[in-house]
Protein backbone atom coordinates (compact mmCIF):
# COMPACT_ATOMS: atom_id res chain seq x y z
CA UNK A 1 0.00 0.00 0.00
CA UNK A 2 1.52 3.13 -1.26
CA UNK A 3 0.45 6.62 0.00
CA UNK A 4 -2.75 8.11 -1.48
CA UNK A 5 -3.31 4.70 -2.93
CA UNK A 6 -5.81 3.60 -0.23
CA UNK A 7 -8.90 2.96 -2.29
CA UNK A 8 -11.02 0.01 -0.78
CA UNK A 9 -11.72 0.79 3.39
CA UNK A 10 -13.37 -1.73 5.29
CA UNK A 11 -15.30 -0.12 8.02
CA UNK A 12 -15.97 -2.18 11.07
CA UNK A 13 -19.89 -1.15 11.14
CA UNK A 14 -21.38 -1.94 14.78
CA UNK A 15 -25.02 -0.04 14.22
CA UNK A 16 -23.69 2.52 16.48
CA UNK A 17 -23.56 5.88 15.06
CA UNK A 18 -19.47 6.34 15.45
CA UNK A 19 -19.10 3.81 12.47
CA UNK A 20 -21.96 4.50 10.59
CA UNK A 21 -20.58 8.09 10.38
CA UNK A 22 -17.17 6.81 9.81
CA UNK A 23 -18.71 4.89 6.63
CA UNK A 24 -20.17 7.97 5.69
CA UNK A 25 -16.96 10.15 5.79
CA UNK A 26 -14.82 7.54 4.28
CA UNK A 27 -17.64 7.28 1.29
CA UNK A 28 -18.04 10.95 0.95
CA UNK A 29 -13.95 11.15 0.95
CA UNK A 30 -13.74 9.01 -2.27
CA UNK A 31 -13.19 5.68 -1.22
CA UNK A 32 -14.79 2.37 -1.99
CA UNK A 33 -16.21 1.32 1.86
CA UNK A 34 -17.17 -2.15 2.56
CA UNK A 35 -18.74 -2.39 5.21
CA UNK A 36 -18.18 -5.69 8.22
CA UNK A 37 -19.80 -6.39 11.41
CA UNK A 38 -18.22 -8.38 13.73
CA UNK A 39 -20.05 -10.68 15.45
CA UNK A 40 -18.39 -11.73 19.36
CA UNK A 41 -21.12 -13.88 20.55
CA UNK A 42 -23.94 -15.82 20.78
CA UNK A 43 -26.61 -15.63 23.18
CA UNK A 44 -29.84 -13.91 23.86
CA UNK A 45 -30.93 -11.58 27.00
CA UNK A 46 -33.79 -12.25 28.84
CA UNK A 47 -36.46 -11.46 26.61
CA UNK A 48 -35.23 -13.94 23.98
CA UNK A 49 -33.74 -11.95 21.86
CA UNK A 50 -29.96 -11.75 20.28
CA UNK A 51 -28.78 -8.51 20.57
CA UNK A 52 -25.79 -8.81 18.21
CA UNK A 53 -28.63 -9.81 15.75
CA UNK A 54 -30.44 -6.64 16.52
CA UNK A 55 -26.71 -4.35 15.80
CA UNK A 56 -26.29 -6.80 12.68
CA UNK A 57 -29.60 -6.02 11.67
CA UNK A 58 -29.09 -2.19 11.93
CA UNK A 59 -25.49 -2.04 10.48
CA UNK A 60 -26.74 -4.46 7.21
CA UNK A 61 -29.64 -1.46 6.87
CA UNK A 62 -26.81 1.42 7.14
CA UNK A 63 -24.81 -0.28 4.41
CA UNK A 64 -27.85 -0.97 2.40
CA UNK A 65 -28.94 2.61 2.51
CA UNK A 66 -25.56 3.80 1.91
CA UNK A 67 -25.04 1.39 -1.29
CA UNK A 68 -22.27 -0.54 0.13
CA UNK A 69 -20.97 -4.14 0.18
CA UNK A 70 -21.83 -5.78 3.74
CA UNK A 71 -20.32 -8.97 5.13
CA UNK A 72 -20.85 -10.10 8.51
CA UNK A 73 -17.15 -11.92 10.64
CA UNK A 74 -18.22 -14.31 13.24
CA UNK A 75 -16.01 -14.64 15.33
CA UNK A 76 -17.36 -16.00 17.99
CA UNK A 77 -14.59 -18.79 18.75
CA UNK A 78 -12.31 -16.91 18.79
CA UNK A 79 -13.28 -14.46 21.10
CA UNK A 80 -14.43 -17.02 23.14
CA UNK A 81 -10.80 -18.95 23.62
CA UNK A 82 -8.62 -15.24 23.44
CA UNK A 83 -10.70 -13.39 25.68
CA UNK A 84 -13.28 -15.08 27.34
CA UNK A 85 -11.84 -17.78 28.73
CA UNK A 86 -8.55 -15.89 30.09
CA UNK A 87 -11.34 -13.77 31.70
CA UNK A 88 -12.81 -16.16 33.80
CA UNK A 89 -9.68 -17.52 34.66
CA UNK A 90 -8.47 -13.73 36.07
CA UNK A 91 -11.60 -13.60 37.93
CA UNK A 92 -11.08 -17.19 39.79
CA UNK A 93 -7.64 -15.45 40.56
CA UNK A 94 -8.99 -12.62 42.41
CA UNK A 95 -8.36 -9.97 39.77
CA UNK A 96 -10.26 -7.78 37.77
CA UNK A 97 -9.69 -7.85 34.06
CA UNK A 98 -10.78 -5.44 30.92
CA UNK A 99 -12.40 -7.54 28.63
CA UNK A 100 -12.77 -4.37 26.21
CA UNK A 101 -8.83 -4.11 26.01
CA UNK A 102 -8.51 -7.66 25.60
CA UNK A 103 -10.83 -7.93 22.80
CA UNK A 104 -9.40 -4.92 20.65
CA UNK A 105 -5.56 -6.54 20.77
CA UNK A 106 -6.56 -10.23 20.06
CA UNK A 107 -9.72 -9.75 17.75
CA UNK A 108 -10.66 -7.04 16.54
CA UNK A 109 -7.10 -5.85 15.32
CA UNK A 110 -6.17 -9.18 14.80
CA UNK A 111 -8.72 -11.48 13.61
CA UNK A 112 -11.30 -8.81 12.15
CA UNK A 113 -7.88 -6.75 10.63
CA UNK A 114 -6.57 -10.43 8.84
CA UNK A 115 -10.03 -11.36 7.50
CA UNK A 116 -10.45 -7.97 6.39
CA UNK A 117 -7.63 -7.55 4.63
CA UNK A 118 -6.79 -11.29 2.76
CA UNK A 119 -10.50 -12.42 2.67
CA UNK A 120 -12.59 -9.38 1.84
CA UNK A 121 -9.83 -7.77 0.94
CA UNK A 122 -8.94 -4.18 1.35
CA UNK A 123 -6.00 -1.29 1.70
CA UNK A 124 -6.70 -0.64 4.80
CA UNK A 125 -9.75 -0.78 7.65
CA UNK A 126 -11.12 1.93 9.66
CA UNK A 127 -13.49 1.72 12.95
CA UNK A 128 -15.88 4.80 14.98
CA UNK A 129 -13.15 4.36 17.74
CA UNK A 130 -12.19 8.00 19.13
CA UNK A 131 -8.57 8.36 18.33
CA UNK A 132 -6.13 9.40 15.89
CA UNK A 133 -3.60 7.70 13.59
CA UNK A 134 0.10 9.79 13.15
CA UNK A 135 -0.11 8.35 9.70
CA UNK A 136 -2.83 10.77 9.01
CA UNK A 137 -6.65 10.81 8.47
CA UNK A 138 -6.57 9.01 5.05
CA UNK A 139 -2.74 7.28 5.97
CA UNK A 140 -1.51 9.48 3.37
CA UNK A 141 1.82 9.94 5.84
CA UNK A 142 2.77 6.24 5.79
CA UNK A 143 5.46 6.09 3.43
CA UNK A 144 7.40 9.21 5.73
CA UNK A 145 9.27 6.35 7.41
CA UNK A 146 8.94 5.29 11.38
CA UNK A 147 6.15 3.21 13.23
CA UNK A 148 2.77 4.79 13.34
CA UNK A 149 1.83 6.45 16.35
CA UNK A 150 -1.87 6.37 18.25
CA UNK A 151 -2.72 9.80 19.23
CA UNK A 152 -5.42 11.19 21.10
CA UNK A 153 -8.63 12.27 19.74
CA UNK A 154 -9.73 15.81 19.43
CA UNK A 155 -12.95 15.25 21.14
CA UNK A 156 -10.72 14.78 24.50
CA UNK A 157 -13.99 13.55 26.93
CA UNK A 158 -14.74 10.93 24.20
CA UNK A 159 -10.89 9.65 23.50
CA UNK A 160 -10.62 6.36 23.54
CA UNK A 161 -7.34 5.59 23.09
CA UNK A 162 -7.15 3.15 26.37
CA UNK A 163 -8.88 0.96 25.01
CA UNK A 164 -6.42 0.77 21.99
CA UNK A 165 -3.53 0.98 23.99
CA UNK A 166 -2.57 -2.91 23.51
CA UNK A 167 -3.03 -2.42 19.33
CA UNK A 168 -0.62 -4.22 17.20
CA UNK A 169 1.49 -2.05 15.16
CA UNK A 170 0.62 -3.99 12.02
CA UNK A 171 -3.12 -3.36 12.17
CA UNK A 172 -2.79 0.44 13.46
CA UNK A 173 -0.06 1.14 9.81
CA UNK A 174 -3.35 0.33 8.00
CA UNK A 175 -5.98 1.66 10.56
CA UNK A 176 -8.20 4.58 9.62
CA UNK A 177 -10.16 6.51 12.73
CA UNK A 178 -12.59 9.10 10.44
CA UNK A 179 -14.06 10.24 14.05
CA UNK A 180 -11.27 11.27 15.44
CA UNK A 181 -11.05 14.66 14.34
CA UNK A 182 -14.62 15.47 15.69
CA UNK A 183 -16.36 16.30 18.41
CA UNK A 184 -18.78 13.74 19.76
CA UNK A 185 -21.87 16.33 19.03
CA UNK A 186 -20.59 17.29 14.86
CA UNK A 187 -20.78 13.11 14.39
CA UNK A 188 -24.33 12.73 15.60
CA UNK A 189 -25.51 15.82 13.38
CA UNK A 190 -23.87 14.24 10.53
CA UNK A 191 -25.50 11.06 11.01
CA UNK A 192 -28.74 12.96 11.35
CA UNK A 193 -28.39 15.29 8.42
CA UNK A 194 -27.79 12.04 6.05
CA UNK A 195 -30.95 10.59 7.06
CA UNK A 196 -29.69 8.05 10.15
CA UNK A 197 -32.10 10.53 13.01
CA UNK A 198 -33.11 6.83 14.73
CA UNK A 199 -29.12 5.99 14.74
CA UNK A 200 -28.14 9.71 15.99
CA UNK A 201 -30.61 9.72 18.80
CA UNK A 202 -29.66 6.12 19.80
CA UNK A 203 -28.25 5.47 23.65
CA UNK A 204 -24.31 4.37 23.58
CA UNK A 205 -23.55 0.84 24.77
CA UNK A 206 -21.62 1.29 27.61
CA UNK A 207 -21.86 -2.41 28.45
CA UNK A 208 -19.90 -5.54 27.75
CA UNK A 209 -20.90 -7.61 24.70
CA UNK A 210 -21.95 -10.47 26.56
CA UNK A 211 -23.90 -9.11 29.37
CA UNK A 212 -27.02 -8.91 28.83
CA UNK A 213 -29.76 -6.28 30.16
CA UNK A 214 -30.44 -7.00 34.54
CA UNK A 215 -33.37 -9.69 34.39
CA UNK A 216 -34.92 -7.83 37.71
CA UNK A 217 -34.38 -4.08 39.20
CA UNK A 218 -31.95 -4.02 41.64
CA UNK A 219 -30.00 -7.31 40.28
CA UNK A 220 -26.51 -6.62 39.41
CA UNK A 221 -26.19 -7.85 35.84
CA UNK A 222 -22.36 -8.46 35.45
CA UNK A 223 -22.46 -10.51 38.88
CA UNK A 224 -25.52 -12.63 37.99
CA UNK A 225 -24.27 -13.70 34.77
CA UNK A 226 -20.35 -14.28 35.80
CA UNK A 227 -22.21 -16.69 38.57
CA UNK A 228 -23.06 -18.90 35.57
CA UNK A 229 -19.68 -19.67 34.83
CA UNK A 230 -18.46 -19.35 38.23
CA UNK A 231 -19.53 -21.16 41.25
CA UNK A 232 -19.75 -19.48 44.46
CA UNK A 233 -17.48 -19.28 47.04
CA UNK A 234 -17.71 -17.78 50.28
CA UNK A 235 -15.82 -16.52 52.65
CA UNK A 236 -15.21 -13.61 55.37
CA UNK A 237 -15.36 -9.35 55.17
CA UNK A 238 -12.79 -8.60 57.60
CA UNK A 239 -12.06 -5.09 59.00
CA UNK A 240 -8.79 -4.23 57.86
CA UNK A 241 -8.39 -2.01 61.12
CA UNK A 242 -9.78 -4.37 63.86
CA UNK A 243 -9.08 -7.99 62.69
CA UNK A 244 -13.10 -8.64 63.16
CA UNK A 245 -15.10 -10.24 60.86
CA UNK A 246 -17.82 -8.16 59.82
CA UNK A 247 -19.95 -9.94 57.22
CA UNK A 248 -19.73 -12.51 54.10
CA UNK A 249 -18.81 -12.43 50.57
CA UNK A 250 -20.29 -14.76 47.75
CA UNK A 251 -16.81 -15.11 45.82
CA UNK A 252 -13.73 -12.70 45.66
CA UNK A 253 -15.02 -12.68 41.68
CA UNK A 254 -18.05 -10.42 42.87
CA UNK A 255 -15.72 -7.56 43.97
CA UNK A 256 -12.91 -5.20 42.86
CA UNK A 257 -10.54 -2.67 45.08
CA UNK A 258 -12.45 0.44 45.96
CA UNK A 259 -15.75 -0.83 46.07
CA UNK A 260 -18.52 -0.24 48.43
CA UNK A 261 -18.62 -3.78 50.30
CA UNK A 262 -22.84 -3.26 50.70
CA UNK A 263 -21.95 -3.49 54.71
CA UNK A 264 -23.47 -1.05 56.65
CA UNK A 265 -22.66 -1.47 60.20
CA UNK A 266 -22.98 0.82 62.76
CA UNK A 267 -23.27 3.91 60.22
CA UNK A 268 -20.53 2.52 58.73
CA UNK A 269 -20.16 2.43 55.15
CA UNK A 270 -17.78 -0.40 54.44
CA UNK A 271 -15.53 -0.61 51.19
CA UNK A 272 -12.97 -3.30 49.76
CA UNK A 273 -9.37 -2.61 50.27
CA UNK A 274 -7.60 -5.94 49.46
CA UNK A 275 -8.62 -9.29 48.69
CA UNK A 276 -6.34 -12.42 49.83
CA UNK A 277 -6.93 -15.36 47.29
CA UNK A 278 -4.85 -17.58 49.55
CA UNK A 279 -7.88 -17.03 52.49
CA UNK A 280 -10.30 -16.02 50.29
CA UNK A 281 -10.89 -13.15 52.75
CA UNK A 282 -11.64 -9.59 51.74
CA UNK A 283 -10.04 -6.97 53.99
CA UNK A 284 -12.76 -3.75 54.44
CA UNK A 285 -12.08 -0.51 56.21
CA UNK A 286 -15.14 1.66 56.88
CA UNK A 287 -13.75 4.73 55.16
CA UNK A 288 -13.56 5.00 51.24
CA UNK A 289 -10.54 7.27 51.83
CA UNK A 290 -8.77 4.86 54.08
CA UNK A 291 -4.89 4.90 53.67
CA UNK A 292 -5.11 1.31 52.72
CA UNK A 293 -6.41 2.01 49.36
CA UNK A 294 -3.72 4.14 48.43
CA UNK A 295 -0.61 3.46 46.80
CA UNK A 296 2.32 5.33 45.64
CA UNK A 297 3.57 2.44 42.59
CA UNK A 298 2.49 -0.15 41.32
CA UNK A 299 4.15 -3.41 39.25
CA UNK A 300 3.24 -4.50 36.28
CA UNK A 301 3.85 -7.67 33.83
CA UNK A 302 5.34 -6.82 30.06
CA UNK A 303 4.64 -3.74 28.29
CA UNK A 304 3.25 -3.35 24.89
CA UNK A 305 4.97 -0.29 23.27
CA UNK A 306 2.55 0.28 19.59
CA UNK A 307 5.61 2.05 18.56
CA UNK A 308 8.73 0.14 20.26
CA UNK A 309 9.83 0.51 23.32
CA UNK A 310 10.79 4.06 24.87
CA UNK A 311 14.89 4.53 24.48
CA UNK A 312 14.71 6.02 27.82
CA UNK A 313 14.01 2.51 29.35
CA UNK A 314 17.64 1.68 28.54
CA UNK A 315 19.39 4.57 28.32
CA UNK A 316 22.15 5.46 31.36
CA UNK A 317 21.59 9.37 30.59
CA UNK A 318 17.94 9.44 31.74
CA UNK A 319 18.75 6.95 34.61
CA UNK A 320 17.28 4.25 32.74
CA UNK A 321 13.99 5.96 33.57
CA UNK A 322 11.28 7.71 31.46
CA UNK A 323 8.68 10.18 32.81
CA UNK A 324 5.08 9.86 31.27
CA UNK A 325 1.09 10.39 32.63
CA UNK A 326 -1.08 7.34 32.93
CA UNK A 327 -4.37 6.35 33.63
CA UNK A 328 -5.55 2.75 34.67
CA UNK A 329 -9.52 3.46 34.18
CA UNK A 330 -11.25 4.97 30.55
CA UNK A 331 -11.38 8.60 31.37
CA UNK A 332 -9.84 8.66 34.53
CA UNK A 333 -7.58 11.93 34.44
CA UNK A 334 -4.26 11.65 33.99
CA UNK A 335 -1.24 11.31 36.81
CA UNK A 336 2.31 12.06 36.66
CA UNK A 337 4.69 9.19 36.89
CA UNK A 338 7.98 7.51 36.25
CA UNK A 339 8.74 4.42 35.05
CA UNK A 340 11.60 1.95 34.64
CA UNK A 341 11.66 -1.76 34.51
CA UNK A 342 12.10 -3.61 37.43
CA UNK A 343 15.05 -5.63 38.37
CA UNK A 344 15.61 -9.20 38.99
CA UNK A 345 18.18 -10.82 40.66
CA UNK A 346 20.34 -14.02 41.08
CA UNK A 347 22.99 -15.07 43.39
CA UNK A 348 25.39 -13.38 42.00
CA UNK A 349 24.21 -10.15 39.81
CA UNK A 350 21.16 -7.97 39.36
CA UNK A 351 19.39 -7.07 35.83
CA UNK A 352 16.67 -5.51 34.75
CA UNK A 353 13.89 -7.07 33.77
CA UNK A 354 12.26 -6.01 30.89
CA UNK A 355 8.71 -7.96 31.45
CA UNK A 356 7.99 -5.78 34.09
CA UNK A 357 7.97 -2.25 35.22
CA UNK A 358 7.68 -0.70 38.15
CA UNK A 359 5.88 2.65 38.22
CA UNK A 360 6.20 5.54 40.49
CA UNK A 361 3.12 8.26 40.93
CA UNK A 362 3.07 11.74 41.51
CA UNK A 363 0.75 11.40 43.94
CA UNK A 364 -0.73 8.37 45.99
CA UNK A 365 -3.50 6.18 43.74
CA UNK A 366 -6.42 4.81 44.93
CA UNK A 367 -7.49 1.78 44.30
CA UNK A 368 -4.98 0.34 41.83
CA UNK A 369 -6.40 -2.57 40.68
CA UNK A 370 -4.37 -5.97 39.92
CA UNK A 371 -5.89 -6.88 36.71
CA UNK A 372 -6.63 -3.95 35.15
CA UNK A 373 -4.39 -2.51 32.43
CA UNK A 374 -1.86 1.00 33.08
CA UNK A 375 -2.11 2.88 29.72
CA UNK A 376 1.05 5.38 29.26
CA UNK A 377 0.98 9.28 27.42
CA UNK A 378 3.03 11.62 26.05
CA UNK A 379 1.44 14.36 25.29
CA UNK A 380 -0.97 13.36 22.80
CA UNK A 381 0.81 10.00 21.93
CA UNK A 382 -0.73 7.10 23.71
CA UNK A 383 3.15 4.81 23.74
CA UNK A 384 1.03 1.87 24.84
CA UNK A 385 0.18 -0.01 27.92
CA UNK A 386 0.90 -2.59 30.69
CA UNK A 387 -1.57 -5.26 32.54
CA UNK A 388 -1.20 -3.95 36.81
CA UNK A 389 0.54 -7.31 38.74
CA UNK A 390 0.07 -5.38 41.81
CA UNK A 391 0.03 -2.31 44.14
CA UNK A 392 2.89 -1.50 46.22
CA UNK A 393 2.79 -1.28 49.64
CA UNK A 394 -0.52 1.09 50.97
CA UNK A 395 0.24 4.36 53.03
CA UNK A 396 -1.56 2.44 55.63
CA UNK A 397 1.15 -0.86 55.21
CA UNK A 398 4.09 2.29 55.60
CA UNK A 399 2.15 4.30 57.96
CA UNK A 400 2.77 7.52 56.01
CA UNK A 401 2.51 10.58 58.27
CA UNK A 402 2.01 8.15 61.15
CA UNK A 403 -1.39 7.02 59.62
CA UNK A 404 -2.17 3.81 60.95
CA UNK A 405 -0.89 4.29 64.30
CA UNK A 406 -3.98 7.72 64.26
CA UNK A 407 -6.22 5.09 63.12
CA UNK A 408 -5.28 1.94 65.44
CA UNK A 409 -5.56 4.61 68.34
CA UNK A 410 -8.69 5.70 67.60
CA UNK A 411 -9.67 2.35 67.58
CA UNK A 412 -8.67 1.37 71.16
CA UNK A 413 -10.39 4.60 72.02
CA UNK A 414 -13.94 4.18 70.98
CA UNK A 415 -13.23 -0.02 72.29
CA UNK A 416 -12.34 1.93 75.80
CA UNK A 417 -15.48 3.73 75.95
CA UNK A 418 -17.39 1.13 74.54
CA UNK A 419 -16.14 -1.03 77.38
CA UNK A 420 -17.17 2.29 80.13
CA UNK A 421 -20.81 2.07 78.74
CA UNK A 422 -21.22 -1.93 79.32
CA UNK A 423 -19.83 -1.64 82.70
Not at 286 to 314: C, M, V
Not at 372 to 395: E, H, K, N, T, W
Request: charged fraction near 25%.
Amino acid sequence: MMAGKVRRVVVGMSGGVDSTVSAILLKKRGFEVVGAFMKNWDGVDETGVCTADKDCEVAERVAGKLGIQFHTVNLVKEYWNEVFEDLLEDYRQGLTPNPDILCNSRVKFDHFYQHAVNTIGCDAIATGHYARNSYGQDLEFCDQGGPARLLKSVDRTKDQTFFLSQMPQAALRKTMFPVGELPKAVVKQIAAQAGFPEIASKKESMGICFVGKKSAPGKRGFQEFISEYIPENPGDFVDVDTGDVVGQHSGLHHWTLGQSAMLNIDACKYVVVNKNIKTNEIQVANDSKHPALYSENFFTSSPHWIAGAPGQLRSPSSDRSLEAEFRFQNMAPLTQCVMSFNMSSTSNWECMDQSSLIVSTAEPMRAVTPGQFAAFYQGDQCLGSARIVRPGPSLYTLNTRNCRTDILREVERRKSEEGKKVT
